[in-house]
């Protein structure tokens, strides 16, 4: 009898046990859970946008017009506008050097000075062998007009007079060579102050003070740069050939060098020439920019971001990147209506940059578009609409700022990404497949 008592009480106990873990254990579902069941089993539910209930809030800009500036991109390297070695163009020892290396020279300015003992010699050689012959020469031309005073009276032959006649002649002579010489010797003694050829900055000095220089040195005493003004030669496509020669014709294109992180403009230039013929082995041309570099922000060498102005597009319609959603029948807008919902607008997108969006079409100006909360919407959604500018969010044409992405990435980041209207590669509506789409050649951007 004592047996089958313990064995119902052990019975008993398990049945408890069993009864405690099905009702608090891992296979109960949970209140939210049976909530969200209850929720999604309600007649009218939609999965994958708003099922109805709370509106979606969303930011929404108004499209405008504009004109946008239409550039062509391209990376060049800088180059000095002339560069000169500085030889000697005489013999002789380097007595001084007059700069310091890296210092900039005036055309003219003395920057080497080199021994002038033996030019100043010759040069006084040659003066005073023009006196003497110029005193010959007086003396001559004396001589010249007696003998024609007597020839008159037939005092002297007429023979004696000629030969008086030529020798003033070759006396003459004498003295224009003799200037000729002085000049050569001028010319020589000049060349013993080595003179700056252009304003520009000095290298690495070649040659120390106390070396004999000759004028068939090839390496030079130190070599000038002009980098006030710079050129800057870069390439673009042959496809953009057309635009740059009808450019060209109506003037010089601007141009202008951009920062290494592309955040700012360094300076503006204009492009000087277009090059004659196009590289065959990379299909694209070269080009030829000069820039004034007043605050020698370039240098020789430096490899420098360009951008070329080559249109204008005149009062265009104009939207925030982000707005511009992709799917599979092209491109789309949400444009907010005055019943706070959205309609899904198809739109022609013609200039596209990571700052705003041409449109030709589809949008009218003053409409509003939706710029963020994108994974809740679907056409005719209900939304509470807030303005993109009082949201601290940046005008159309200004770099509006990065949303912080969560470590890790996946299907979260993703998400994330296109809840803030920033997706990589082009947001796109849920459920949607992403349509290919390049970036145009030329990026447009917003007048300065």
């Known amino acids: ?50 099922n109805g209930g709370d509106p979606v809030p969303v930011l929404a800009t108004a499209a405008r017009t504009a004109d946008v500036p239409v550039y062509l991109d391209g990376v060049g390297t800088a180059k000095a506008l002339n560069t000169v070695t500085v030889r000697s163009q005489v013999d002789g020892k380097l007595m001084k050097i007059d700069f310091k290396e890296g210092q900039e020279v005036k055309q003219g300015d003395v920057v080497a000075k080199i021994d002038p003992t033996i030019y100043q010699a010759q040069y006084d050689i040659t003066v005073a062998k023009k006196a003497q012959d110029e005193a010959q020469l007086a003396n001559a031309k004396l001589d010249l007009e007696r003998y024609t ?39 020589n003694l000049d060349y013993t102050d080595v003179v700056a050829p252009l304003t520009g900055l000095t290298g690495i000095r070649q040659v120390d003070e106390g070396n004999i220089v000759h004028a068939s040195d090839t390496t030079g005493l130190v070599v000038i740069t002009q980098i006030k003004p710079i050129a800057v030669l870069f390439n673009l496509p042959q496809q953009n050939l057309p635009d740059l020669n009808k450019g060209m014709a109506a003037g010089a294109l601007p141009v202008q060098a951009l920062a290494p992180d592309g955040s700012g403009v360094v300076d503006n230039g204009k492009v000087t020439v277009v090059n004659n013929q196009v590289d065959q082995t990379t299909g694209t041309v070269q080009l030829k920019a000069e820039f004034p570099n007043a605050n020698i922000q370039l240098w020789p060498g430096q490899f420098i971001n360009m951008r070329v102005l080559i249109n204008t597009l005149r009062q265009v319609v104009v939207v925030p990147t982000a707005a511009v959603q992709r799917g599979p029948d092209g491109t789309f807008a949400y444009v907010t209506k005055d019943d706070d919902t959205v309609a899904m607008r198809t739109i022609t997108v013609s200039k596209q940059d990571d700052q705003q969006a041409v449109v030709a079409s589809g949008l009218a100006a003053g409409e509003r578009v939706v710029t963020t909360g994108f994974g809740r919407l679907a056409d005719g959604s209900r939304v509470v609409v807030t303005s993109a500018e009082a949201a601290g969010q940046m005008p159309t044409g200004e770099a509006a700022p990065q949303p912080p992405r969560r470590p890790g990435g996946g299907g979260q980041g993703g998400g994330q990404g296109r809840q803030n209207g920033q997706p990589k590669g082009g947001a796109q509506s849920p459920g949607a497949a992403a349509s290919p789409g390049g970036a145009p050649s030329a990026t447009p951007s917003t007048a300065p």
Not at 4 to 28: E, H, K, M, N
Not at 168 to 181: H, K
């Open 1 to 50: 009898m004592r047996r089958w008592l313990r064995r119902i009480v052990i019975l008993g106990i398990l049945a408890a046990v069993g009864w405690a873990a099905y009702t608090y254990g891992p296979f109960q579902p949970s209140q939210q859970q049976q909530a969200k069941q209850g929720q999604q089993n309600r007649p009218g539910f939609r999965r994958g946008g708003n």
């Open 149 to 187: 005073r007597l020839a008159a009276s037939n005092a002297v032959q007429k023979q004696q007079v000629d030969t008086q006649k030529a020798l003033v002649d070759q006396l003459t002579a004498q003295t224009q060579s003799d200037q000729a010489s002085i000049n050569n010797a001028k010319a």
